[in-house]
């Protein structure tokens, strides 16, 4: 039995991403795996303190429409099938937490830049998707 049957790939959608993704999807090939493919969407509302009173649903509703095309342009690339590319709204490691969990994913993929010192006290996502994870947690290095 594959060791990986399903992966959860996290990518941000900045250049970085297919780094991520081009590891999982060698990794999902070696096992076998299914792969689903996550971006989270921060709420707008957290950017601007919540506290203005202003009507956030559109720009919400853009970053949602922008952040599914592009996994969907991922997925069609790497063959990761529509039902498999989610795109969900909230902080990126607690919702990356609870997407593994539901899915029972035996292995979470995300990016790390590597920071040292006290960028590292500061936290990174990858940082945070490891703290807490119920399963493995594989962090890419990301290459400049
Ligand atoms: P960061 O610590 O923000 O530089 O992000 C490191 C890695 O965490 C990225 O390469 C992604 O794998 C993952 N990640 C960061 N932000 C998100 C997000 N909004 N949605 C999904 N994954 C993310």
Known sequence: MAIYQK???????????????????????AHD????LAHVVEPV??????DIPMDLTE????LDKAAKEKLQ????????????????VGRPESEI????EE?????????????KGFQLILGSTA???LHGAACDVLAVRIKT
């Open 103 to 115: 899915l029972s994913a035996d292995l979470v993929v995300v990016g790390s830049h590597g920071r």
């Open 7 to 29: 992966i959860l790939v996290a990518i941000d959608l900045t250049e970085e991403a297919p780094q991520v993704l081009e590891k999982a999807m060698a990794l999902s090939k």
């Open 127 to 129: 940082n945070g998707v």
């Open 59 to 62: 720009l919400q509703e853009q």
């Open 97 to 100: 937490h609870r997407l593994s």
């Open 73 to 88: 342009s991922y997925g069609e690339k790497h063959g990761i099938t529509p039902e498999n590319q989610l795109v969900m």
């Open 33 to 36: 795996s299914e792969v689903v």
């Open 45 to 50: 509302g957290y950017a601007y303190g919540g």
